[in-house]
């Protein structure tokens, strides 16, 4: 029973790393928001989380594949308690930086990413008394979605995948106006827009106030004249925006502008 259960602790520690592997490699640009920037410098600083991320790549690949050995259990102990160094040194020195562990939101480190390291450093303690590779733990593999569960939910980097749909959901439930429709001010969807990049990219060639508006799912579409520039020439076009309907995600807010007599350029 405890060689299977330490067995399944290759996969937890494997997922984990390859995860937050793939996530760096994905998005270096998120190092630039993290307390790694502090401790290695700007000039470094993505060359450092791309390195970082090389070697949670290969050790987390050796967790989950065979064979078996006690060392690879030793390094992901030793990369959990590097994190709790990490993590130390960050909510000291740029307490309001990012961890950059397992994603590119910007999160400042907080108790429960603490927590995570610990779970992490305990899991491999663990695994390195099992000698068995771990489909071998049969049913007991079922005991890593539990594991796995327990290291998203102390993620604050991962709370836009599971806690604020729970969030959303609950408010649902249980708001008095629950089952009411509610208008979204477009005087509030205007202010988003604006706020946008994808807005202050195309502002100097729009040529008129909003023009029409409607909604779509989980889009408000905006409309605007402006003008189009095709490096030859220069002509009249429609700035379509969309925004989101909802949510206050102005980053998420595009753009296409439409000429008269040409196809759509997204911005």
Known sequence: MIESLASVQQL?????????????????????????????????????????????????????????LAVEAYLAVALSA?????????KVKAPESSC??????????????????????????????????????????LVAVVEGAAVVMLSPELDHLWLLPLRRWRVRLSHPLANREVTVPLESTVQQLQKSGAYRSVVGRLRSDLL???????WRILTYAADTDTGTDTGQATAVFAVPLTDYRPDDVRVALVPETAEAMVV
């Open 100 to 141: 950059g562990c397992l994603g590119d939101k910007h999160t400042p480190v907080r108790g429960r990413a603490f927590l995570r390291a610990g779970l992490l450093v305990a899991l491999g303690v663990l695994a390195g008394s099992g000698s068995g590779w771990w489909p071998s733990a049969g049913p007991l593999v």
């Open 82 to 90: 590097g994190m709790l160094g990490y993590l130390t040194y960050a």
């Open 212 to 218: 029409d508006h409607w909604d779509e799912g989980e």
């Open 12 to 68: 937890v520690l494997g997922g984990v790393l390859l995860w937050a592997s793939v996530l760096k490699l994905r998005t270096p640009e998120a190092a630039r928001r993290s307390a790694l920037k502090r401790l290695v410098g700007e000039r470094h600083v993505v060359r450092a989380y791309r390195a970082v991320a090389g070697v949670e790549l290969v050790v987390g690949a050796v967790l989950v594949l065979p064979p078996v």
